[in-house]
């Protein structure tokens, strides 16, 4: 089967600049996750869908950034404007049964965002 | 919340047997599941343990201890391609949150 399908692996903006990424998750999965990932530390859960509502978006900064999933399948990621400390890999993932129960989650390569 | 903590780094010598702990603190936990990372990888699935106890895959194996809240990964026949960083995450009624990680060099 395919796996978690992400673009672009690697991108270079400018400080104040937009950026989205996309994310096809692995077909019938429900839930799908995006993670930040700062190097040398661990994934960092940005926002987690179930299908294509919400589950939880704590730790997304609203303020800059933002995510969607239309009809429950692809999803994409925005920073608007980046800054700095925005330069990370960002990681999605997908699982097949639901959030609550999910015991394995299938990541992309990701893509590197280097703010500059 | 949830939050689960790991050593930052452990070393050992190929064909030996290393063991990395992960206590976590959560509410609604379900299960503890491994993940290892080489560099400049994608994190891929390892273990998922639900219940007390030890589960082996080849030469990985997972335990867990619900009423201690701690699990660990045991690595054995250790080889230089598990130089690696190893994240245990928790699943729960709140979504899948991952430790910092371990990082492993496995040395001659």
């Known amino acids: 089967e395919a796996g978690v399908a992400q673009s672009p692996r690697y991108k270079i903006i400018e400080k104040r600049q937009s950026v989205a990424f996309w994310c096809n998750p692995i077909?019938?999965?429900?839930?799908l996750y995006w993670y930040q990932q700062i190097l040398g530390q661990g994934p960092k859960l940005l926002i987690q869908?179930?299908?294509?509502?919400?589950?939880?978006d704590s730790q997304l900064p609203k303020d800059r950034f933002s995510a969607e999933r239309l009809k429950g399948v692809d999803s994409t990621l925005k920073i608007q404007p980046a800054k700095l400390e925005d330069s990370a890999v960002y990681l999605c993932?997908?699982?097949?049964?639901?959030?609550?129960?999910?015991?394995?989650?299938?990541f992309g390569q990701g893509t590197r965002l280097t703010v500059v | 919340g949830q939050s689960l903590e790991q050593p930052s780094e452990v070393t050992a010598v190929e064909g030996a047997i290393v063991q990395m702990n992960c206590t976590y603190q959560?509410?609604?936990?379900?299960?503890l599941s491994w993940y290892q990372q080489h560099d400049g990888g994608a994190p891929t699935f390892l273990s998922y343990?639900?219940?007390?106890g030890l589960e082996e895959t080849g030469r990985f194996s997972s335990f867990l201890s619900r009423s201690d809240s701690y699990g660990y990964l045991l690595l054995q026949e250790l080889q230089m391609k598990d130089s690696a960083s190893y994240f245990c995450?928790?699943?729960?009624?709140?979504?899948?949150?991952f430790g910092k990680g371990t990082r492993l060099s496995v040395i001659a």
């Open positions: 993932a997908s699982s097949l049964v639901g959030w609550s129960t999910a015991s394995e989650a299938f």
């Open positions: 869908f179930q299908n294509n509502g919400v589950v939880d």
């Open positions: 343990n639900a219940l007390d």
């Open positions: 077909s019938g999965h429900a839930t």
């Open positions: 959560t509410s609604g936990f379900y299960g």
């Open positions: 995450a928790a699943s729960g009624n709140t979504p899948l949150v």
